[in-house]
């Protein structure tokens, strides 16, 4: 691919990734109108008198026309206003801002556990295929991905942090050691059902590299041990997981919904069963947006790279 | 206040289920009767997150507890429950002629800042606490109050009352500097300034999983005898109980408030505080539906629930109720005829109804928390055996009160609780929203409740609440359950604590025992 | 319910019949489907029978996996159980199939707008991670098997269409295909003849580990007390009502977790000997 190529390619998935945000945000404002009961009550509260709910409706547009609605949403989500929690303590804005950081650091040490598990299993597995190790391997990935995640969690903190003492029962830290510690668990709970995945293409990769001409060539050429590993054979096997990425990002994201429920950290996703279990409409609808964007975003990255990385993607 | 008290707050802040008796408590939580701890400070784990900062905005069990370690109140719950103590106010005389109250402050008293508390602070208190959104209500019969010197406040009444001693130790009740300390509302609800044992320091994440962190104040009135004594309190909120409970086991938290049953039967008898039980657990039934509006079906669903039954799940953090009012709260009294389990009677009720057609009910209540969850499944079993088949609704608190407010349930579960030593706490409640939501005639408890308030006299005011609780069970539409107790987690180098039946306790009094040399 | 990777268990190892770990999985699956109808007689216990003299016993020869805190069996409960939880994630993987080939096959062969349609409509779901567009759904619809069933719909048909799509590009040019056509076999035909054998191998495959995953996701939500509400029984409902007792009282949480692992396991067996049969 060339350099301009590869501009172009960029510009144009930049461009296609407009109109799904511009469909998401009119799905996410949709929520309003799907939602059961009058929105003025929804955001009021059930205490609210009749006179406020009739501001409440002015305020929020609500006897405008539809279209005009939507265009005053888009301009409060450009602003940064997505209105206050049910009980109107907290902006959403505010709420998301503090939990981003939280979810974040989950996903990266959870990506750094699910490579170094994936890539060691994957290894071993790949070495004799269908041997013990691989067919144990196998087994053990199975169960992996059938254990839920939440209750993997339960058991952790039982099993692990309350006997050792050595992580959090729960909860975030306020000092990057700390915070270290308090996402160790959670990301391992997490890893363990996502691992599986990357670890079968990985292995797979790393069989069909060692089976290729040029494998044979390095051989032949004196190349042995970790040096032929790293150099012939993760090198190649590691294209196709790197497709995956996106999709594998998507899935941590999906279960660090529920990991952070289990652990009890204050990221987006304990707010986002917080607020479905408090049927708090403004927090549901201000996280959504935020979730599909990211997942949005990743997948554009992820398309991205791939076209930088790999040689045979379409200009 | 009290007020219906959020279903979450009063569930978390109250004592439920399990306490199987034996074969439990093996808990190791705090280790040992010469457990140490490393630094002088306290862990607070709760469930329930504060309402905000300001006393008006007080509501829930988070801000009944922390408000006072903040602000400080007048007037202070006496640990047994029995009355109020003194607080920043040294005494207090009543006037019923003149409708007037005149509190003398204590001189050492200061606020976190270093300047003293005076009577003008206290009369600007007052008068902000009439004038407050949300619990301006409750003091409706203030008319003005004035500093008639540094150390004295006169508060004229628009009407005979002696609720207001016992208004003063809530949560609402929280004693600001005159005019903010020169600042705005809002600046000073970020970082308040008060005269309670500790100083606000931050309060991170607000919401469900918030931290709120406080300092000693060195200016606290009782700073001579050596209170506080903890340097630091952190509270943390999570909304998952059994997660603390396994955080307090592993010596992560030092405190747990709104102990439930569920968690304290893992911890041993010291760990485990549980005052006497004194919030109420009642059904509501909406008389306004039409099977509901036959008393005959009314009085048999009463009749049909094993009380015993419901408290034995929660064994030693519940008891049987036998009227509609919290117990072990001073002027409550029993019905003249207690609750009975009779399922004989109820079935003869059951055929005494004008419609004979079968009954199907929903059951609405609080679905976050395990104990209520485990109570709601037997009463539908216990009313299973005289043919009223039973729906569970779970939802939410705010769901919870919407459907009562608006009438819109058959059956309906709620916690009417005293935070303050007076049954007509939870009698104004009950007054004001559960009699016209259930379709109840309140002719007689309005009638009742003005006689009660007014008075003075124990003897009167006992006739006052024993007729509450007879009409009630004459009528029906509110049934007691249970009486729970709010209990406390409490690790074992922790001295000083005392539960009081209040939802709120002493944290000033509270010491650890600190590892020292070696 | 995305099953837009390769999962463990689906894979070109050994050939073989497949039999043995197909039969092993679907025998273990069917007994416990069996079993979850006569919970009651089998176990000699009513599932929704509270005792309260007998809470919290440990396991024993009366009751194998002990009592609750309301003195209910654990075991009897793990069966009823099992009669919610199967149907369920059976349902949360075939109901989205079908959805997918059909949009798939249609996305296929109608090239124009309609096509189109369907794959950024594809996109847009896939926007969503899947847990999130559950737990926004139930939001919308109130808890239930019945807004489960609608989320998994709504989320997992994707995969399906994407690869039934796929197949019907290729296969519409091959020579065949065109001959049918050309001598007048109508679309339907095509579709069934040629398209749906090809495509139907790997989606059944898929459908298999899709059965883990919407399992996994119903008892999540159930956890979280967005799924199945009691009485309902439901394996993620019965860890969340056992979770305050884990430390004294763990057999209350732990055996429904072991049932979850249990199926997973099932069913991994199940898609494992059908891949092998299917690339014979």
Redesign the interface.
């Known amino acids: 691919m060339t350099g301009r190529g590869r501009f172009r390619f960029v510009g144009k998935r930049l461009l296609q990734a407009i109109p ?1 945000t511009l ?2 945000l009119l ?1 996410v404002f949709a ?1 309003l109108k ?3 009961g009058d929105p003025a009550l929804q955001v009021a509260g059930p205490r609210a008198s009749a006179a406020t709910l009739e501001a409440i409706r002015v305020h929020l547009g609500l006897d405008q026309p539809v279209w005009l609605q939507f265009v005053h949403y888009l301009g409060r989500v450009v602003t940064g206003d997505l209105g206050t929690t049910a009980t109107g303590s907290t902006k959403v804005s505010t709420l998301i801002a503090s939990g981003t950081p939280v979810t974040l650091v989950l996903l990266a040490v959870s990506t750094v556990f699910t490579v170094l598990i994936a890539g060691a299993t994957a290894l071993l597995a790949a070495r004799r ?2 041997g013990l190790a ?1 067919r144990l391997i ?1 087994v053990v ?3 992996g ?7 993997l969690g ?2 952790l903190l ?1 099993g692990v942090a ?1 006997p050792t003492g050595a992580f959090p029962i729960g909860g975030w830290g306020d000092t990057p050691a700390t915070v270290l510690r308090a996402a160790v668990l959670p990301a391992l709970a997490l890893s363990v ?1 996502v691992a ?2 990357l ?3 990985l292995r ?1 990769g790393i069989v069909e590299a060692r089976r290729s001409e040029y494998h044979a060539a390095a051989q032949a050429a004196g190349v042995r041990g970790w040096t032929l590993t790293r150099r012939f054979v993760l090198r190649n096997a590691a294209v196709p997981p790197v497709s ?1 990425l996106a ?2 990002t ?2 941590l ?3 660090a ?2 990991v952070e ?1 289990t652990f009890g950290l204050p990221g987006l996703g304990l707010s ?2 917080q ?3 408090n ?1 708090d409409f403004n927090v ?1 609808q201000g ?2 947006l935020v ?2 964007l990211a ?2 975003a990743v ?1 554009l990255v992820g398309d991205v790279l791939v076209a930088l990385l790999d040689p045979r993607v379409e200009v | 206040m009290n007020k219906w008290t959020k279903p979450a707050a009063a569930i978390a802040a109250v004592a439920l ?2 306490g ?1 008796g034996s ?2 408590g ?2 190791t939580g705090g280790s040992g009767t010469g457990a140490v701890k490393a630094s002088n400070d306290l862990v607070i784990g709760r469930t329930v997150a504060v309402d905000g900062m300001s006393g008006d905005s007080c509501y829930g069990a988070g801000s009944i507890s922390t408000m006072p370690m903040i602000y400080g109140n007048l007037l202070t719950n006496k640990p047994d429950g029995s009355g109020v103590q003194p607080g920043i106010a040294a005494s207090y005389d009543y006037d019923a002629t003149a409708r007037t109250y005149t509190f003398h402050l204590r001189e050492d008293a200061g606020f976190s800042n270093g300047s003293p508390v005076t009577g003008a602070d206290v009369a600007f208190s007052f008068e902000q606490w009439r004038d407050g959104k949300t619990s301006g209500a409750y003091y409706d019969m203030i008319k003005s109050a004035e500093a008639t010197d540094a150390h004295t406040v006169v508060v004229h009444l628009t009407r005979a009352d002696t609720f207001l001693p016992a208004l003063l130790t809530w949560c609402t009740s929280t004693v600001y500097p005159d005019r903010y300390a020169g600042m705005t509302p809002e600046q000073f609800f970020a970082k308040p300034i008060g005269a309670g044992p500790f100083t606000f320091a931050s309060w991170q994440n607000p919401g469900p999983s918030e931290t709120i962190t406080l300092k000693k104040n060195p200016h606290y009135y009782d700073a001579a005898k050596g209170q506080p004594s903890i340097d630091t309190v952190v509270v943390k909120t999570s909304a998952d ?2 997660q603390q ?2 955080a307090f ?1 592993g010596g992560q938290l030092d405190l747990i408030e709104g102990l ?1 049953a ?2 304290g ?2 911890l041993t008898t010291e760990q485990a505080r549980i005052p006497k039980p004194s919030q109420a657990r009642d059904l509501m039934l909406n008389s306004k539906r039409p099977a509901l509006a036959d008393v005959n079906l009314r009085k048999a669903i009463s009749a049909a629930i094993d009380r015993n ?1 419901l408290a ?2 929660q064994q030693g953090y519940v008891v049987p109720a036998e009227g509609i009012l919290p117990i072990n709260v001073p002027n409550s009294v029993p019905p003249t005829e207690p609750y009975t389990y009779d399922l004989a009677a109820a079935k003869a009720l059951m055929a005494q109804r004008a419609d004979q057609k079968p009954v199907t009910l929903t059951l609405g209540f609080e ?2 928390s ?1 104990t209520v ?2 109570m709601v ?2 009463i ?2 216990q009313l299973a055996q005289i043919g009223v088949e039973v729906t ?1 609704k ?1 939802s939410d608190s705010a769901t919870v009160y919407s459907q009562g407010s608006s009438g819109d349930f058959d059956m309906l579960i709620s916690d009417p609780s005293a935070i303050s030593p007076t049954v007509f706490d939870p009698i104004s409640f009950v007054l004001t929203a559960w009699y016209p939501w259930t379709g109840a005639d309140t002719a007689l408890m309005k009638d009742k409740f003005t006689v009660g308030t007014s008075s003075t006299d124990d003897a009167v005011k006992d006739a006052a609440v024993r007729a509450i609780q007879d009409d009630a069970r004459a009528q029906s539409t509110v049934i007691g359950l249970v009486n729970m107790s709010t209990a406390f987690a409490v690790a074992d180098y922790v001295e000083g604590f005392t539960a009081t039946p209040f939802l709120s306790y002493d944290a000033a009094a509270i010491r650890i025992r600190i590892r020292t040399g070696s | 319910m ?1 099953a ?8 070109r ?2 050939r073989g019949s497949g039999s043995a770990p197909l039969l092993t999985g679907a025998v273990l699956l069917a007994l416990l489907l069996a079993a979850s109808f006569a919970a009651g007689p089998l176990t000699g216990h009513d599932p929704a029978l ?1 005792d ?1 003299t007998a ?2 016993r440990p396991p024993t020869a009366e009751h194998w996996f002990g009592t609750d ?2 003195g209910r069996d654990v075991f009897a409960r793990v069966l009823v159980a099992a009669g919610t939880d199967l149907p369920l994630a059976l349902l949360g993987a075939v109901i989205p199939a079908l959805i997918g080939i059909v949009l798939g096959a249609l996305a296929g062969y109608a090239r124009g707008w309609l096509g189109t349609a369907v794959m950024r409509l594809a ?2 779901i ?7 567009l559950l ?2 759904l ?3 619809l109130g808890p239930g098997g019945g807004s489960f069933l609608v989320g998994a719909a709504v989320g997992a048909w994707v995969t399906y269409a994407r690869l039934v799509r796929g197949v019907v590009l290729r296969l519409r040019e091959l020579d065949y295909v065109r001959a049918a056509q050309a001598a007048g076999l109508g679309h339907t035909r095509v579709l069934l003849r040629h398209v749906l054998p090809n495509a139907l191998p790997q989606a059944v495959v898929y459908a298999a ?1 899709d059965i ?2 919407a399992l ?1 996701y119903l ?2 939500l159930s ?4 799924g199945i ?3 309902g029984i439901e394996w ?1 409902q019965m ?3 056992g ?6 009282q763990w057999w209350v ?2 055996m429904p ?1 072991l049932a ?2 249990l ?3 099932a ?2 067996l199940i898609a494992g000997g059908l891949e092998r049969r299917l690339q014979r």
């Open positions: 799904l469909v998401l799905l929520m799907v939602v059961p295929p269908d691989d196998n990935a199975a169960f991905v059938g254990v839920p995640t939440f209750w339960i058991v039982a309350l059902s599986p995945v670890m079968a293409s797979s995956l999709a594998l998507t899935l994201l999906s279960g919904v529920v429920s986002l069963t607020a479905a279990q049927r549901i996280l959504t979730f599909s997942v949005v997948n | 289920v399990a199987c074969g439990t093996t808990g109980a059994s409970m396994l086991q439930t569920d968690e039967n893992q039954a034995s799940v679905g976050s395990s969850k485990t499944q037997l539908r079993d569970l779970p | 995305v837009l990777v390769q999962v463990p268990g689906r894979r190892v050994r509270t309260l809470r919290f805190q309301l996109d847009l896939q926007a969503f991670p899947s847990y999130i737990i926004v139930v939001f919308l580990s883990v995953l996994s008892a999540a956890y979280l007390g967005l509400q009691a009485p993620g860890i969340a009502e979770q305050p007792f884990l430390r004294n949480s732990v977790g979850i692992i199926v997973g396991v069913v991994r």
